[in-house]
């Protein structure tokens, strides 16, 4: 484990993503969690909220802004953002900010929304295809060969020339069988969907699917990261039960956080947490405890 990176994160804003009055709160989290040396900054992606700031024009802001940071969309309604334009997006990224962007990619889950921007409803069978042509088509528009061709169900592109960057890492959202088997084919890493933890029924579930995927691709299946995107409290003093009924993590004191997330880390295989309080500590103060006490913890317990 001393050789796999893992990342440390900070998540913006609510499930929905942040609000337009809220972006000069956001930029000032950011530069702190760059200073403090956390790995990655993420937003969500509902554009169809009037109220949100668009998530790529957040990030872009951000990234300029900061200096060694890494900065994702977890992840990115494609149904919204078809993949060639997205591609363009994402190699611009990386040429940019040098490097310093993750690619989060989903098939779409608020169809009742995503229709109101006039994009086609797409079955859930439809949109796990459109996802899985998608990641094909951006690794192929990002370094490349020569001029890409592609024929799909759901994409055509003629002779498009390649940016020549490499391909950022590729997340995935993936909640269904289907879907699953497409990170493994293709992906570099799952965002675990729902807030769900290493210790949940739901990874337990699903991560196996994952790995039969990508075995079944002639993929080592330890190489497709597991990234939790989860929260908790960070609390003064120890609690008694870190977890509630159903067995999900609720938090604990800055050392509870240490061992939990050690454990995670070396028998659990995890590769990467993105954090979000989920009390009324301010937004500064629970970022403080994570990003300057629990992470360097975690790290050197962790390895590098």
């Not at 009037?50 to 900061?66: I, M, N, P, Q, W």
């Not at 990002?142 to 890409?148: A, K, R």
């Not at 997340?171 to 497409?182: C, D, F």
Request: proline fraction near 6%; aromatic fraction near 8%; charge should be negative.
């Amino acid at each position: 484990m001393a050789e796999r990176k893992v990342w440390f994160g900070t998540s913006l804003g609510a499930w929905n993503g942040v609000d337009v009055a809220s972006g000069a709160a956001s930029a000032h989290l950011v530069a702190y969690a760059d200073r403090e040396g956390l790995d990655l900054f993420t937003v969500a992606d509902h554009p169809y909220f009037g109220e949100k700031l668009d998530s790529y024009a957040l990030v872009s802001f951000l990234l300029g802004r900061t200096e060694r940071i890494a900065g994702a969309v977890a992840v990115t309604n494609l149904p919204s953002r078809p993949a060639p334009v997205l591609a363009r997006t994402i190699t611009s990224l990386s040429a940019l900010s040098g490097g310093r962007v993750v690619l989060g990619i989903g098939a779409g889950a608020i169809w009742d929304m995503i229709v109101k921007e006039g994009v086609p409803r797409l079955s859930g069978g439809a949109a796990v295809r459109a996802l899985d042509e998608a990641i094909t088509v951006i690794r192929a528009l990002c370094v490349g060969d020569g001029p890409v061709t592609f024929d799909g169900e759901f994409y055509h592109v003629s002779g498009l020339d390649p940016a020549g960057i490499a391909a950022p890492p590729i997340w995935t959202g993936s909640v269904g069988p289907k879907s699953l088997a497409v990170t493994g084919r293709l992906a570099d890493g799952w965002v675990v969907p729902s807030g769900a933890d290493w210790k949940s029924k739901l990874y337990g579930e699903s991560r196996p699917r994952i790995d039969d995927a990508a075995a079944a691709a002639g993929r080592d299946p330890a190489e497709i990261a597991d990234i939790f995107n989860f929260g908790g409290r960070i609390t003064p003093e120890p609690l008694a039960v870190t977890r509630d009924d159903d067995g999900r993590w609720i938090g604990g004191s800055e050392q509870q956080w240490v061992d939990e997330l050690t454990d995670a880390v070396l028998e659990y295989g995890a590769r990467g947490f993105v954090y979000r309080s989920t009390d009324d500590t301010p937004p500064a103060e629970a970022l403080a405890h994570w990003a300057s006490e629990i992470v360097p913890a975690v790290r050197e317990a962790t390895g590098p």
